[in-house]
């Protein structure tokens, strides 16, 4: 019974107070509970609310000036102790749900700083920044922030005592987020407590003069950025019973702090009343910045109160809401992440970045930890095509960082500032070079969750040390890291203008060149080009084009000025280049023949009725090739030197065109010891090739390809390859084939595409062409090509005889057909090709491309059907010669079987049989009056081998009974001997042989 009526008495003396002179102590609460008040040392932050009520306090006209909260000792909490405190008044006697924090505007912070939390029982005492006066009419309510981002052992805690259904307390704890006392969470993330913290306060009286005191006392803006602006509010309050009186308020120091609006002044307080007012810090230069404000009372005693702030240039991206392991991954020993930032998100900024920040929220201390960033600008959107490797970025930090517990701003500065003035894309790489270690899986960084899945690659390994320069495959993420860029502005401006030529009319294509600009920049259809994003300064800007003369001019650009630079460019200096052509049978000029000049320039002339013609601007000091043709005659090709002086080729002979046989036809004769050659005569429509893809193989009979791109159709159902098909959309129009109803093409795709479509090999007539419809885009400038090619050599080697990516720009939609001169090729085995390529860069075509209703051959349908050589030329024989392969080219190296020009269309190599074993080919000409020849006709190739036969036999006695072991002789020396039965066999080279047969006892026998 005693020991009831003592724990009665105790319960009911819960609130104690004990008088010392004019200090009063107060202790709230009995109890030894851990409820996790006022901090939850288990968790890195926290943030909690109680309220004491004023029956329990019960001091009149005293203000607190000590508060203590009693520490149970099993530990110590060094990592708990950073404490932000908070008072003030409520008529609320209980927390209604979890949503009823009292707003931070309704309370008054009486504490910031670090707070001794030692493995010592005992009251843990804290004094009060600034007094606070309690009404001792509304209930007290107690806050307490704990911001050290770290947490401690679960053995030690604060002591509570309950509160007997009443939730007298509201907490709030997280591990990754620190609590916000202006914005505290609600909806699930805290909890209502029927128990307050064990309180001492300690109390003193009221002073009788006027106390002055200003919250806070000093501050510091911390960093800034240009153009944004930084606000905090002063108050002013009266502590003391005496009339406090403030007659001004004045700002003196650094201009990018201004006041705010002003109480009306003067102001006189009483007891805890307050003024309040407010201090705007707007930064216009980088640097710190101070400033003091100045408040004098009546009587002229003054306050300072001491401001400072750091302005930066920061361009700030990313929320921060996520935690994720980018841009470095501590994990893993290494990780490499790639993000592109779009130049709309940084505000199309253009300048200097001279560092960057990252922000890491950590539980791990990590220092000296190696890190490597490179930035590049790029017109890419995305990662979608894979890593832009470093080679093709500028390394701008390679060292060591240290990565502090908690959350930090990580600072970057770069050795040399990057220049990002291009208005392209920004592209960010971050590597953590291999280490043999690893930390915690929760070493964060303050992240954006992003929407975009394309814009970031993000690799980590413990095995591979990643190469930068070639990543291995990395995985998408639309996560990047809240990042903030120290940036410079740098004012900038821009060249434009019109190129004109020598007669004011607007030249397309010049190159406009600028040292160390990263863009290639070339005039217009009109003339027109702009330079954009150049840092103020000088520049000597060269203006190029082939066939002018290149221009320097030096010019001085102006931030934010367009400066206007037209030119006009003069052609290089010429002279004229004349001659005549002379036909051979006639001896006179010969007219409608074409002259072409090709080399620094190309020219075309054709000859008047008199065979004279004229170049009359012809570029100096260059030389070139020429090419004459006329219809029924053969080209002549030559070179000339031109130099200052105008130029007279003189006279240039042609000869009337001399067909070739045809149909030259090498096979051996019956007995294998010769090879019989059959031709067909020289006739002009002697070769004809159509092909319009309406059969259903692919490629044609005869016809082959190659095929780098195996991918699959495009969406319009035509493969990135050589292939057959009908009527497509391209998504602009139907293209239908021009004739029939298919046609062959191949579509564009981002890979490689390097692909081949070849005709059958043929004998070239003369006179001949290649023509075709075609569906093609024409100047293409991003180096992929859309190839015609020729192969004299089996396909060992091209010559491209048209590139529809060589042409001004242009589209050509099966509206003019392309018709191709193959006749420099007469006479000899020959290839054409359809060769589509992106040129090695491995990004695949830019445009689709079909061809159509092809014809190869020698103009058989038109006007050649008529035309016969010249009545002072015929054909009078024909020349033979054998020669090898590769000596098609190598007539000096041909064996003329004919000295003798013959009559007939055939001929008998008898010399077959003596050849070494080799492979053969032969070629015939035709002999035309006044000894002319015709391009060779080549024929097919013979290998010759060694051919055997079996011979058999018997030797046999005049009984016929078989002689075993009798000698068999060949004339050609060759021996045998018989088995058993008589039998003998030999292999020997085809031919006519003598035998004969000897054996002991027998008389020998010979045999043919």
Request: aromatic share 12%; with cysteine; net charge negative.
């Amino acid at each position: 019974m005693q020991r009831a009526l003592n724990t009665m008495f105790l319960l009911m003396l819960f609130s104690l107070a004990f008088a010392a002179g004019e200090r009063t102590e107060l202790i709230i609460g009995t109890g030894s509970v851990n409820n996790y008040l006022p901090i939850n040392t288990t968790y890195s932050y926290s943030y909690s609310q109680s309220i004491y009520l004023q029956s329990e306090i019960n001091i009149p006209e005293q203000q607190i000036e000590k508060l203590s909260f009693y520490w149970n000792g099993a530990a110590a909490a060094t990592n708990s102790n950073q404490w932000v405190v908070y008072m003030g008044h409520t008529n609320a006697t209980r927390f209604a749900n979890t949503s009823s924090w009292l707003p931070l505007s309704e309370l008054t912070q009486v504490f910031a700083g670090v707070l001794t939390i030692n493995a010592t029982a005992g009251w843990k005492e804290i004094i009060l920044d600034a007094p606070f006066t309690y009404n001792n009419t509304q209930n007290l309510v107690i806050a307490v922030d704990e911001n050290r981002p770290q947490y401690d052992n679960y053995a030690g805690f604060f002591h509570t005592t309950a509160s007997s259904g009443v939730n007298r307390s509201l907490r709030a704890f997280s591990d990754t987020v620190n609590i916000d006392p202006s914005n505290p969470p609600s909806g699930g993330q805290q909890t209502l407590v029927m128990a307050y913290p064990n309180v001492k306060l300690e109390f003193n009286l009221i002073p009788s003069d006027p106390i002055f005191a200003i919250a806070p006392d000093e501050y510091h803006y911390g960093e800034v950025n240009m153009g944004d602006t930084a606000n905090q509010e002063f108050v002013i309050t009266n502590y003391g019973t005496g009339a406090l009186n403030i007659q001004s308020i004045s700002l003196t120091g650094n201009a990018a702090f201004e006041l705010g609006v002003l109480p009306t002044l003067p102001a006189t307080l009483m007891l805890d009343e307050s003024i309040s007012f407010g201090l705007d810090f707007s930064p216009n230069n980088t640097g710190q910045h101070n400033a003091n404000i100045l408040i004098i009372e009546s009587g002229g005693t003054a306050h300072n109160v001491t401001v400072t702030g750091m302005g930066v240039r920061e361009i700030r991206l990313g929320d921060g809401s996520l935690n994720a392991r980018f841009p470095l991954d501590f994990h893993y020993q290494t990780s490499l992440y790639q993000v592109i930032f779009s130049a709309a998100e940084l505000n199309y900024f253009t300048g200097l970045i001279n560092g960057m920040k990252i922000f890491n929220q950590f539980n791990s201390n990590l220092t000296n930890r190696a890190v490597k960033i490179w930035m590049g600008s790029t017109w890419q959107t995305d990662l979608a095509q894979g890593w832009i490797p470093a080679s093709e970025l500028t390394l701008v930090f390679d060292g060591v960082k240290n990565f502090p517990y908690g959350q930090n701003a990580i600072n970057f500065t770069f050795p040399e500032a990057f220049s990002y003035i291009n208005g392209r894309n920004l592209v960010v790489m971050v590597q953590r070079p291999m280490e043999n270690q690893f930390f915690n899986a929760t070493d964060y960084f303050k992240c954006d969750p992003g929407v975009f899945h394309l814009r970031a690659l993000n690799f980590y390994s413990d095995e591979v040390a990643v190469d930068p320069n070639n990543p291995p495959a990395g995985s998408h993420t639309s996560v990047f890291p809240k990042i903030s860029f120290v940036v410079e502005p740098v004012s900038i401006g821009a060249i434009s203008g019109t190129v004109r030529d020598e007669n004011n009319l607007p030249l397309s294509g010049v190159s406009v060149y600028l040292a160390d600009y990263p863009e290639e920049i070339e005039t217009n259809a009109d003339g027109e080009y702009i330079i954009p994003y150049l840092v103020p300064g000088e520049y000597h800007v060269t203006f190029s084009k082939h066939t002018y003369q290149n221009q320097t001019i030096t010019v001085q650009v102006e931030a934010d000025e367009m400066l206007t630079l037209d030119v006009n460019m003069q052609l290089l200096p010429g002279v004229m280049v004349c001659g005549r052509i002379i036909a051979y049978d006639t001896g006179g000029g010969l007219a409608n023949a074409f002259v072409r000049l090709s080399g620094f320039a190309n020219f075309l002339s054709s000859t008047d009725s008199e065979g004279y013609f004229s170049f009359p601007y012809v570029f100096a000091g260059e030389s070139y090739a020429y090419l004459v043709s006329a219809v029924g005659y053969g080209s002549q090709v030559g070179n000339i030197a031109v130099g200052i002086n105008d130029y007279y080729i003189g006279n240039i002979m042609l000869y009337e065109t001399l067909y070739a046989p045809n149909s030259l036809i090498a096979g051996e004769s019956e007995n294998y010891d010769a090879v019989e050659l059959n031709w067909n005569a020289p006739d002009p429509s002697a070769m004809e090739l159509r092909e319009g893809f309406e059969g259903e193989d692919f490629p044609p009979s005869g016809w082959s390809q190659i095929i780098t791109n195996t991918s699959a159709a495009s969406p319009q159902g035509v493969y990135p390859t050589w292939c057959r098909f009908g009527a497509v959309n391209t998504g602009m129009a139907l293209v239908e084939p021009p004739e029939g109803s298919m046609q062959a093409g191949l579509w564009w795709m981002v890979a490689q595409q390097d692909e081949w479509l070849q005709t059958p090999a043929f004998i070239c007539p003369p006179a001949a062409y290649l023509k075709f419809d075609t569906y093609a885009t024409y100047g293409s400038n991003n180096g992929d090509h859309y190839y015609v090619k020729v192969s004299a050599d089996g396909g060992e080697s091209w010559a491209v005889l048209w590139d529809a990516s060589a042409f001004p720009t242009a589209t050509n939609y099966y509206e003019n057909m392309i018709s191709i001169d193959i006749s420099n090729y007469a006479g000899q085995e020959i290839l054409l090709a359809f060769h589509a390529t992106d040129g090695g860069t491995y990004e695949g075509l830019w445009h689709p491309w079909f061809i159509d209703d092809i014809y190869i051959g020698n103009m058989a349908e038109s006007a050649w059907q008529s035309r016969v050589v010249n009545a002072n030329r015929e054909i009078v024989g024909y020349r033979v010669w054998r020669l090898t392969p590769a000596e098609e080219q190598n007539e000096a190296a041909w064996t003329l079987l004919t000295p003798e020009s013959i009559n007939n269309t055939s001929y008998t190599d008898t010399d077959w049989d003596s050849l070494p074993y080799e492979s053969y080919k032969w070629a015939v000409k035709a002999v035309y009056s006044g000894d002319l020849h015709s391009s060779p006709a080549f024929s097919n190739t013979l290998v010759k081998t060694q051919l055997t036969g079996t011979v058999v036999g018997m030797v046999r006695r005049s009984n016929g009974q078989g002689i075993p072991a009798a000698v068999v002789n060949c004339s050609n020396g060759e021996s045998t001997t018989t088995n058993n039965s008589g039998a003998y066999s030999m292999i020997l080279p085809i031919g006519t042989y003598s035998f004969s047969a000897s054996a002991n006892g027998y008389h020998p026998l010979s045999h043919d």
